[in-house]
Protein backbone atom coordinates (compact mmCIF):
# COMPACT_ATOMS: atom_id res chain seq x y z
CA UNK A 1 0.00 0.00 0.00
CA UNK A 2 1.13 3.39 -1.20
CA UNK A 3 1.53 6.29 1.57
CA UNK A 4 -2.12 8.26 1.79
CA UNK A 5 -2.10 11.78 0.12
CA UNK A 6 -4.61 13.98 2.02
CA UNK A 7 -5.86 16.70 0.23
CA UNK A 8 -3.73 19.39 2.30
CA UNK A 9 -0.49 18.91 5.14
CA UNK A 10 2.06 21.47 6.52
CA UNK A 11 5.21 21.47 5.85
CA UNK A 12 7.23 22.42 9.15
CA UNK A 13 10.86 22.56 9.32
CA UNK A 14 12.97 21.11 11.96
CA UNK A 15 14.43 23.97 13.05
CA UNK A 16 11.11 25.82 13.65
CA UNK A 17 9.97 22.57 15.67
CA UNK A 18 13.19 23.49 17.90
CA UNK A 19 12.48 27.11 18.03
CA UNK A 20 9.05 26.06 19.27
CA UNK A 21 10.39 23.82 21.80
CA UNK A 22 12.20 27.04 23.35
CA UNK A 23 9.32 29.35 23.42
CA UNK A 24 7.87 26.50 25.20
CA UNK A 25 10.73 26.19 27.61
CA UNK A 26 10.91 30.59 28.04
CA UNK A 27 8.13 30.88 30.43
CA UNK A 28 6.13 33.38 28.16
CA UNK A 29 4.09 31.68 26.20
CA UNK A 30 1.10 34.03 24.85
CA UNK A 31 1.37 37.39 22.88
CA UNK A 32 4.64 38.66 23.57
CA UNK A 33 8.41 38.96 21.57
CA UNK A 34 7.50 36.67 19.00
CA UNK A 35 4.10 37.69 18.40
CA UNK A 36 6.05 41.56 17.73
CA UNK A 37 8.90 39.52 15.54
CA UNK A 38 5.93 37.78 13.50
CA UNK A 39 3.92 41.50 13.04
CA UNK A 40 7.36 42.65 11.88
CA UNK A 41 8.62 39.59 9.38
CA UNK A 42 4.67 40.54 8.02
CA UNK A 43 4.99 44.22 7.71
CA UNK A 44 7.86 43.83 5.70
CA UNK A 45 5.89 41.61 3.11
CA UNK A 46 3.19 44.01 2.88
CA UNK A 47 5.48 46.58 2.16
CA UNK A 48 5.99 48.33 5.63
CA UNK A 49 2.35 48.97 6.49
CA UNK A 50 1.06 47.85 9.47
CA UNK A 51 -0.20 43.99 10.62
CA UNK A 52 -1.85 42.85 13.41
CA UNK A 53 -1.63 39.46 13.91
CA UNK A 54 -4.79 37.50 15.43
CA UNK A 55 -6.17 33.94 16.68
CA UNK A 56 -7.56 33.57 13.68
CA UNK A 57 -8.63 34.46 9.97
CA UNK A 58 -12.00 34.93 11.10
CA UNK A 59 -11.13 36.99 14.22
CA UNK A 60 -8.94 39.52 11.52
CA UNK A 61 -12.05 39.82 9.55
CA UNK A 62 -14.90 40.45 11.94
CA UNK A 63 -12.05 43.48 13.73
CA UNK A 64 -11.47 44.67 9.43
CA UNK A 65 -15.47 44.86 9.60
CA UNK A 66 -15.48 47.12 12.61
CA UNK A 67 -12.73 49.40 12.34
CA UNK A 68 -14.24 50.00 8.90
CA UNK A 69 -17.28 51.00 10.99
CA UNK A 70 -19.71 48.18 9.44
CA UNK A 71 -22.80 47.01 12.07
CA UNK A 72 -26.33 47.37 12.47
CA UNK A 73 -28.32 48.47 8.92
CA UNK A 74 -25.67 47.73 7.10
CA UNK A 75 -25.37 45.55 4.11
CA UNK A 76 -21.90 43.87 2.89
CA UNK A 77 -21.79 42.22 -0.28
CA UNK A 78 -19.81 39.04 -0.47
CA UNK A 79 -19.57 35.69 -2.46
CA UNK A 80 -21.74 32.68 -1.54
CA UNK A 81 -18.77 30.36 -2.87
CA UNK A 82 -16.65 30.40 0.30
CA UNK A 83 -15.73 29.33 3.81
CA UNK A 84 -18.73 30.24 5.90
CA UNK A 85 -16.76 32.34 8.26
CA UNK A 86 -16.92 35.28 5.12
CA UNK A 87 -20.22 35.85 5.86
CA UNK A 88 -20.48 34.65 9.78
CA UNK A 89 -18.81 37.46 10.05
CA UNK A 90 -20.99 39.84 8.45
CA UNK A 91 -24.19 38.94 10.58
CA UNK A 92 -21.32 39.07 14.13
CA UNK A 93 -21.55 42.42 14.08
CA UNK A 94 -25.14 42.92 13.17
CA UNK A 95 -24.61 43.93 9.67
CA UNK A 96 -26.55 41.80 6.82
CA UNK A 97 -24.54 39.95 3.70
CA UNK A 98 -25.66 40.30 0.40
CA UNK A 99 -24.44 37.38 -1.66
CA UNK A 100 -23.80 37.74 -5.39
CA UNK A 101 -23.05 34.95 -7.75
CA UNK A 102 -20.05 33.72 -9.22
CA UNK A 103 -18.10 33.96 -12.57
CA UNK A 104 -18.03 30.47 -13.38
CA UNK A 105 -13.96 30.47 -14.58
CA UNK A 106 -12.50 32.20 -11.69
CA UNK A 107 -15.18 30.68 -9.10
CA UNK A 108 -14.90 33.79 -7.44
CA UNK A 109 -17.50 37.02 -7.10
CA UNK A 110 -18.66 38.11 -10.78
CA UNK A 111 -17.75 41.80 -10.63
CA UNK A 112 -20.03 42.41 -13.25
CA UNK A 113 -23.15 41.62 -10.50
CA UNK A 114 -22.08 43.83 -7.81
CA UNK A 115 -23.35 47.04 -9.50
CA UNK A 116 -27.09 45.97 -9.26
CA UNK A 117 -27.03 44.34 -5.31
CA UNK A 118 -25.74 47.67 -4.00
CA UNK A 119 -28.57 49.92 -2.24
CA UNK A 120 -28.28 52.75 0.12
CA UNK A 121 -27.75 50.55 3.05
CA UNK A 122 -24.33 48.96 1.23
CA UNK A 123 -20.81 50.11 2.94
CA UNK A 124 -18.55 47.20 2.09
CA UNK A 125 -17.27 44.39 -0.20
CA UNK A 126 -15.48 41.53 0.93
CA UNK A 127 -13.84 39.82 -2.06
CA UNK A 128 -12.95 36.00 -1.19
CA UNK A 129 -9.45 35.13 -3.22
CA UNK A 130 -10.99 31.35 -3.91
CA UNK A 131 -8.19 28.81 -4.05
CA UNK A 132 -5.60 31.50 -3.86
CA UNK A 133 -6.86 33.05 -7.25
CA UNK A 134 -6.73 36.91 -6.57
CA UNK A 135 -10.31 38.57 -7.52
CA UNK A 136 -9.40 41.12 -9.83
CA UNK A 137 -8.01 44.37 -7.56
CA UNK A 138 -8.05 47.00 -10.39
CA UNK A 139 -11.97 46.44 -11.02
CA UNK A 140 -12.59 45.63 -7.32
CA UNK A 141 -11.13 48.70 -6.54
CA UNK A 142 -12.79 51.04 -9.32
CA UNK A 143 -16.26 49.68 -8.15
CA UNK A 144 -15.23 50.50 -4.21
CA UNK A 145 -14.22 54.33 -5.36
CA UNK A 146 -17.23 54.75 -7.58
CA UNK A 147 -19.71 53.61 -4.65
CA UNK A 148 -17.82 54.82 -1.90
CA UNK A 149 -17.98 51.40 -0.44
CA UNK A 150 -14.78 50.22 1.77
CA UNK A 151 -12.88 46.60 1.52
CA UNK A 152 -12.12 43.90 3.44
CA UNK A 153 -10.28 41.36 1.65
CA UNK A 154 -10.69 37.71 2.59
CA UNK A 155 -7.46 36.76 1.75
CA UNK A 156 -7.48 34.02 3.98
CA UNK A 157 -6.29 31.49 1.24
CA UNK A 158 -4.12 34.13 -0.82
CA UNK A 159 -1.28 34.80 1.33
CA UNK A 160 1.68 34.94 -1.08
CA UNK A 161 -0.28 35.83 -4.18
CA UNK A 162 -0.31 38.74 -6.25
CA UNK A 163 -2.41 41.07 -8.25
CA UNK A 164 -0.03 42.16 -11.67
CA UNK A 165 2.92 41.42 -9.67
CA UNK A 166 1.94 43.51 -6.28
CA UNK A 167 1.65 41.13 -3.56
CA UNK A 168 -1.62 40.70 -2.12
CA UNK A 169 -1.58 43.10 1.36
CA UNK A 170 0.71 45.60 0.16
CA UNK A 171 -1.66 47.75 -1.44
CA UNK A 172 -5.45 48.00 -0.96
CA UNK A 173 -7.91 48.42 1.85
CA UNK A 174 -7.87 46.09 4.75
CA UNK A 175 -6.70 42.71 4.03
CA UNK A 176 -7.33 39.53 6.38
CA UNK A 177 -5.15 36.29 5.65
CA UNK A 178 -5.28 32.96 7.48
CA UNK A 179 -2.96 30.80 8.93
CA UNK A 180 -4.80 27.90 9.62
CA UNK A 181 -3.34 24.75 9.00
CA UNK A 182 -4.60 24.10 5.81
CA UNK A 183 -3.51 27.45 4.84
CA UNK A 184 -0.07 28.24 2.58
CA UNK A 185 1.51 29.55 5.72
CA UNK A 186 0.41 28.30 8.89
CA UNK A 187 0.88 29.43 12.61
CA UNK A 188 -1.73 25.94 13.38
CA UNK A 189 -4.14 28.72 13.95
CA UNK A 190 -4.15 32.24 13.62
CA UNK A 191 -4.51 35.05 10.88
CA UNK A 192 -3.34 38.79 10.49
CA UNK A 193 -5.21 41.88 9.31
CA UNK A 194 -3.25 44.74 6.97
CA UNK A 195 -4.38 48.16 7.82
CA UNK A 196 -4.78 50.84 5.41
CA UNK A 197 -3.22 53.86 8.00
CA UNK A 198 -1.04 53.59 10.98
CA UNK A 199 -3.71 55.71 12.92
CA UNK A 200 -5.98 52.65 12.93
CA UNK A 201 -3.44 50.36 15.07
CA UNK A 202 -4.17 51.11 18.82
CA UNK A 203 -8.10 50.66 17.81
CA UNK A 204 -6.80 47.50 15.93
CA UNK A 205 -5.18 46.46 19.21
CA UNK A 206 -8.05 47.33 21.80
CA UNK A 207 -10.56 45.04 19.78
CA UNK A 208 -8.44 42.69 19.65
CA UNK A 209 -8.20 42.18 23.40
CA UNK A 210 -11.17 43.11 25.34
CA UNK A 211 -11.22 46.79 24.82
CA UNK A 212 -7.93 47.71 26.85
CA UNK A 213 -5.83 50.11 26.71
CA UNK A 214 -2.95 50.58 28.78
CA UNK A 215 -0.53 53.66 29.89
CA UNK A 216 2.03 54.76 32.01
CA UNK A 217 3.58 51.87 34.89
CA UNK A 218 -0.32 51.12 35.81
CA UNK A 219 -3.00 52.49 33.49
CA UNK A 220 -5.59 51.07 32.12
CA UNK A 221 -8.52 51.90 30.46
CA UNK A 222 -11.90 50.25 28.25
CA UNK A 223 -13.53 52.57 26.14
CA UNK A 224 -14.63 50.08 23.59
CA UNK A 225 -15.63 46.59 23.79
CA UNK A 226 -13.27 44.12 22.26
CA UNK A 227 -12.64 40.50 21.50
CA UNK A 228 -10.24 37.71 23.25
CA UNK A 229 -8.25 37.21 19.80
CA UNK A 230 -4.84 37.75 20.41
CA UNK A 231 -2.37 35.34 18.83
CA UNK A 232 0.14 33.06 21.06
CA UNK A 233 4.01 33.41 21.09
CA UNK A 234 4.09 29.45 20.44
CA UNK A 235 1.97 30.04 17.23
CA UNK A 236 4.18 33.21 16.14
CA UNK A 237 7.12 31.46 16.44
CA UNK A 238 5.48 28.83 14.01
CA UNK A 239 4.40 31.34 11.82
CA UNK A 240 8.22 33.00 11.90
CA UNK A 241 9.72 29.28 11.28
CA UNK A 242 7.12 29.63 7.93
CA UNK A 243 7.36 32.48 6.55
CA UNK A 244 11.45 32.06 5.06
CA UNK A 245 9.83 29.17 2.80
CA UNK A 246 6.99 30.95 1.23
CA UNK A 247 8.02 31.89 -2.06
CA UNK A 248 9.53 28.52 -2.29
CA UNK A 249 6.20 26.90 -1.05
CA UNK A 250 4.13 28.88 -3.98
CA UNK A 251 6.85 27.97 -6.68
CA UNK A 252 6.58 24.54 -5.76
CA UNK A 253 2.38 24.68 -5.82
CA UNK A 254 2.76 26.31 -8.86
CA UNK A 255 4.99 23.39 -10.47
CA UNK A 256 2.54 20.78 -8.95
CA UNK A 257 -0.50 22.71 -10.44
CA UNK A 258 1.04 22.75 -13.49
CA UNK A 259 1.30 18.48 -13.34
CA UNK A 260 -2.10 18.58 -12.78
CA UNK A 261 -3.04 20.33 -15.79
CA UNK A 262 -0.60 18.12 -17.86
CA UNK A 263 -1.83 14.56 -16.37
CA UNK A 264 -5.30 15.37 -15.93
CA UNK A 265 -7.72 13.25 -18.39
CA UNK A 266 -9.65 15.76 -20.41
CA UNK A 267 -12.15 13.33 -21.32
CA UNK A 268 -13.31 13.34 -17.93
CA UNK A 269 -15.12 16.18 -18.51
CA UNK A 270 -14.71 18.08 -15.29
CA UNK A 271 -13.88 22.05 -15.23
CA UNK A 272 -10.12 22.38 -14.49
CA UNK A 273 -9.18 26.16 -11.95
CA UNK A 274 -8.33 29.74 -14.50
CA UNK A 275 -4.80 28.84 -15.51
CA UNK A 276 -3.04 31.39 -13.86
CA UNK A 277 0.60 31.05 -13.34
CA UNK A 278 0.94 34.77 -12.85
CA UNK A 279 -1.10 35.59 -9.67
CA UNK A 280 -2.30 32.53 -7.89
CA UNK A 281 -0.36 31.05 -4.83
CA UNK A 282 -2.23 27.49 -5.55
CA UNK A 283 -3.68 27.58 -2.53
CA UNK A 284 -6.21 24.62 -3.56
CA UNK A 285 -6.26 22.59 -7.23
CA UNK A 286 -10.01 22.11 -7.64
CA UNK A 287 -11.71 20.81 -10.26
CA UNK A 288 -16.05 20.49 -10.68
CA UNK A 289 -17.50 17.38 -11.63
CA UNK A 290 -19.70 16.90 -14.67
CA UNK A 291 -22.98 16.70 -14.15
CA UNK A 292 -22.79 13.16 -14.53
CA UNK A 293 -20.91 12.11 -11.51
CA UNK A 294 -21.74 11.23 -8.29
CA UNK A 295 -18.90 13.41 -6.04
CA UNK A 296 -19.77 11.28 -2.93
CA UNK A 297 -18.91 8.28 -4.45
CA UNK A 298 -16.06 10.24 -6.50
CA UNK A 299 -14.54 11.19 -2.49
CA UNK A 300 -15.29 7.29 -1.25
CA UNK A 301 -13.36 5.78 -4.79
CA UNK A 302 -10.67 8.38 -4.10
CA UNK A 303 -10.49 7.08 -0.23
CA UNK A 304 -9.85 3.48 -1.02
CA UNK A 305 -7.34 4.16 -3.78
CA UNK A 306 -5.35 6.33 -0.20
CA UNK A 307 -6.34 10.04 -1.48
CA UNK A 308 -8.14 12.37 0.70
CA UNK A 309 -10.24 14.99 -1.18
CA UNK A 310 -11.79 17.97 -0.01
CA UNK A 311 -14.89 19.87 -0.46
CA UNK A 312 -14.56 23.69 -0.40
CA UNK A 313 -17.35 24.40 -0.65
CA UNK A 314 -20.91 23.90 -0.71
CA UNK A 315 -23.01 27.28 -1.60
CA UNK A 316 -23.80 29.30 1.75
CA UNK A 317 -26.48 30.82 1.49
CA UNK A 318 -28.27 26.99 1.42
CA UNK A 319 -27.10 26.59 5.10
CA UNK A 320 -30.06 26.51 7.11
CA UNK A 321 -28.65 30.13 9.10
CA UNK A 322 -29.03 31.50 5.67
CA UNK A 323 -31.66 30.45 4.53
CA UNK A 324 -33.56 31.94 7.66
CA UNK A 325 -32.70 34.89 6.23
CA UNK A 326 -34.35 34.58 3.32
CA UNK A 327 -31.94 32.86 0.89
CA UNK A 328 -33.11 30.86 -1.41
CA UNK A 329 -32.31 27.76 -4.06
CA UNK A 330 -32.03 29.47 -7.20
CA UNK A 331 -30.91 32.83 -6.64
CA UNK A 332 -27.24 31.75 -7.40
CA UNK A 333 -26.60 29.22 -10.18
CA UNK A 334 -23.09 29.03 -10.79
CA UNK A 335 -22.18 29.11 -6.83
CA UNK A 336 -25.22 26.33 -6.24
CA UNK A 337 -23.80 23.68 -9.01
CA UNK A 338 -19.75 24.81 -8.13
CA UNK A 339 -20.91 23.95 -4.73
CA UNK A 340 -22.26 20.94 -5.14
CA UNK A 341 -19.89 19.47 -7.32
CA UNK A 342 -16.37 21.14 -6.86
CA UNK A 343 -13.83 19.02 -4.95
CA UNK A 344 -10.62 19.36 -3.84
CA UNK A 345 -7.35 17.28 -4.95
CA UNK A 346 -4.35 16.92 -2.77
CA UNK A 347 -1.65 19.83 -3.22
CA UNK A 348 1.27 20.76 -0.78
CA UNK A 349 4.44 21.29 -1.33
CA UNK A 350 6.03 18.08 0.29
CA UNK A 351 4.02 15.84 -2.78
CA UNK A 352 5.97 14.95 -5.70
CA UNK A 353 4.65 15.25 -9.54
CA UNK A 354 4.72 11.39 -9.10
CA UNK A 355 1.93 11.67 -6.56
CA UNK A 356 0.07 14.30 -8.87
CA UNK A 357 0.00 11.85 -11.38
CA UNK A 358 -0.98 9.45 -9.30
CA UNK A 359 -3.99 11.33 -7.74
CA UNK A 360 -4.33 12.26 -12.03
CA UNK A 361 -4.65 8.27 -12.86
CA UNK A 362 -7.13 7.16 -9.45
CA UNK A 363 -9.73 10.25 -10.39
CA UNK A 364 -9.62 8.85 -14.46
CA UNK A 365 -10.31 5.11 -12.77
CA UNK A 366 -13.16 6.74 -10.24
CA UNK A 367 -14.73 8.56 -12.67
CA UNK A 368 -14.85 6.49 -15.59
C1 LIG B 1 -9.71 29.80 6.30
C2 LIG B 1 -10.65 30.83 5.81
C3 LIG B 1 -11.22 31.81 6.65
C4 LIG B 1 -11.08 31.81 8.13
O1 LIG B 1 -9.81 31.65 8.62
P1 LIG B 1 -9.61 30.93 10.04
O2 LIG B 1 -8.17 31.18 10.33
O3 LIG B 1 -9.95 29.49 9.87
O4 LIG B 1 -10.51 31.62 11.00
C5 LIG B 1 -12.02 32.78 6.09
N1 LIG B 1 -12.26 32.80 4.78
C6 LIG B 1 -11.75 31.90 3.94
C7 LIG B 1 -12.03 32.01 2.49
C8 LIG B 1 -10.95 30.87 4.44
O5 LIG B 1 -10.47 29.95 3.59
Redesign the pocket.
Known amino acids: MTDYLPFARPLIDEETIAGVAEVLRSGWITSGPQVKAFEAALSRLCGGRAVRSFS????A?EVGLRLAGIGAGHEVITTPL??V??ANVVLEVGARPVFVDVDPRTRNIDLDKIQAAITPATRALIP?D?AGLPVDRDRLYAISRQNNLRVIE?A??SFGARWRGRALGTFGDLIAF???AN?NITTA???ALVLPEDNLISLCEKLRLQGVARFGEDGMEVDVLGGKWNLTDVAARLGLGQLPHLQEFTDRRRDLARRYFERWDSSLDCELPAEDFENSNWHMFQVVLSKRADRARFIAAMREQGIGVGVHYPAMHLFALYRALGWRAGQFPHAERIGRSIATLPLYPAMTEADVSRVCEAARKALS
Do not use: I, Y
Request: proline fraction near 0%.
Open positions: SGTALSWATVLDAQSFHKEGG
